[in-house]
């Protein structure tokens, strides 16, 4: 096991960990950790747009992966379009 040293934040901050550690803000495991969270949380509120709207937290969209095929995608600096491959 080597060791890796991870960037955190935008660039300003390091930390050195095991190259075997896998990521925990992505996958399976982070997605039963959201889980866990909003069932905790269930029936109490969230607000939104600074302040001034709240949202009941078990109202949120799904966070299941959605394909993307056939989508517009932007492209450039907003100039041009086409069409995702999936």
Do not use: P
């Not at 095991?18 to 495991?29: I, N, P, T």
């Not at 949380?41 to 600074?50: C, L, M, P």
């Not at 709207?53 to 907003?78: D, I």
Request: aromatic content about 4%; hydrophobic content about 15%; cysteine-free.
């Amino acid at each position: 096991m080597a060791k890796v040293t991870r960037v955190s934040g935008r660039g300003t901050g390091s930390r050195k960990t095991d190259s075997k550690k896998s990521s925990s803000f992505s996958g399976k495991a982070f997605k039963e950790h959201q889980e866990k969270r909003d069932k905790a949380t269930a029936g109490k509120y969230i607000t939104t747009g600074r302040g001034t709207g709240r949202r009941l937290v078990g109202s949120k969209k799904s966070t299941a992966s959605k394909s993307t095929k056939g989508a517009t995608r932007v492209t450039g600096r907003g100039t041009g379009t086409r069409k995702s491959r999936g």
